[in-house]
Nanobody, 123 residues
Framework: QVRVVESGGGLVQAGGSLRLSCAASGRSFSTYTVGWFRQAPGKERAFVAHSSGRDFITDYADSVKGRFTISRDNAKNTVYLQMNSLKPEDTAVYYC????????????????WGQGTQVTVSS
C-alpha cells in the first residue's frame, strides 16, 4: 500500500504561481511513475503531467506545456508541480497519483491516489 498526500493548493490571481507537492510512501519511490491530474467542476479528471522514475521521462498535457514543470526529489519521496502563468481555466482539484508500472496518461492505470488539493485562479 502506498500513501499519497498532496499539498500546496490555494487561491491565486491569474498570472500567478503555485507549487504543489506530492509525498508518497514506499521504499521503491524512485521507481514509481507519479502523475498529476485535475478535475474541474462538471468535467472529467484530466491528465496534467507525469514523471517516470524508471526512465526519467516527463510529459505534459498540451494545455500546460511551457507553464507547468514537474520535478521529483527521490530522497524526500516527493514530486512537485510548479505552476506558473496560471489561468482561470486551470481552476480545479489537483490529484497526485502513483503507479508502479510504465508511464501512462490514463487515470485508470494509476494505483494509488491522494485526496486532492484545490487550486483556484481568479481573473
Amino acid at each position: 500500500q502506498v500513501r499519497v498526500v498532496e499539498s500546496g493548493g490555494g487561491l491565486v490571481q491569474a498570472g500567478g504561481s503555485l507549487r504543489l507537492s506530492c509525498a508518497a510512501s514506499g521504499r521503491s519511490f524512485s521507481t514509481y511513475t507519479v502523475g498529476w491530474f485535475r478535475q474541474a467542476p462538471g468535467k472529467e479528471r484530466a491528465f496534467v503531467a507525469h514523471s517516470s522514475g524508471r526512465d526519467f521521462i516527463t510529459d505534459y498535457a498540451d494545455s500546460v506545456k511551457g507553464r507547468f514543470t514537474i520535478s521529483r526529489d527521490n530522497a524526500k519521496n516527493t514530486v512537485y508541480l510548479q505552476m506558473n502563468s496560471l489561468k482561470p481555466e486551470d481552476t480545479a482539484v489537483y490529484y497526485c497519483a502513483v503507479q508502479q508500472g510504465t508511464n501512462s496518461y490514463r487515470s485508470i492505470d494509476y494505483d494509488y491516489w491522494g485526496q486532492g488539493t484545490q487550486v483556484t485562479v481568479s481573473s
